[in-house]
């Protein structure tokens, strides 16, 4: 399967290539064998989409790994890793207000295409939820540090290769971002 392609889009190909495969043949022993490759393939996606999740993690310093006598090993949460997780419960998820403001717009843009309508109707519904102002469909603003709590959105809804994050020092409407915000 070519690695070019997410994961959902590269199971989107395995079946269609899996249906025109089985209705070239003719032979029920035939059927089965495709079939059975077929399974194989879908695992392989799922096993690397886990294995980049979890080297994800590992590399951010959110999980650890330990060797057992056996030589099997665990992969547990690091003090980090456990904050993280419980830190961020959606219903109770809010940005801070600093003391006083870095002057700085942070801005949330995205293009999540229609395959993806759920995610992206979640992803406004979160932005709208955290007080962000949206000021296109596809693009919100907020003026306090917000990466973390960003990053843990788009990562839960797998939504990465969509969505960006830009941290601007003026805009050219502010004034009205200012007064919407009480800055």
Not at 13 to 42: C, H, M, N, Q
Request: glycine share 6%.
């Amino acid at each position: 399967m070519p690695r070019g392609y997410g994961e959902i889009q590269q199971k989107v190909l395995l079946l269609l290539f899996g249906g025109l495969v089985l209705g070239l043949s003719g032979s029920p022993k035939t059927y089965f064998k495709i079939l059975r490759g077929l399974a194989e393939d879908w695992e392989e996606i799922e096993r690397r989409a886990l294995k980049r999740s979890v080297f994800s993690l590992y590399g951010a310093g959110m999980i650890k790994e330990t060797k057992n006598k056996d030589g099997t090993f665990n992969m547990t949460l690091t003090k980090r890793g456990k904050k993280r997780a419980l830190s961020y419960d959606f219903d109770k998820m809010e940005i801070q207000k600093p003391q006083q403001w870095d002057k700085k717009w942070r801005i949330v843009l995205f293009d999540i295409p229609e395959l993806n309508k759920k995610e992206r109707d979640a992803l406004r519904f979160r932005l709208k939820k955290l007080d962000f102002f949206e000021f296109q469909k596809s693009v919100f603003i907020h003026p306090y540090d917000c990466k973390k709590e960003i990053d843990y959105i788009i990562e839960f809804h797998n939504i990465r290769k969509f969505v960006r994050f830009v941290i601007a020092d003026s805009l050219d409407n502010e004034l009205h971002l200012k007064k919407h915000f009480g800055l």
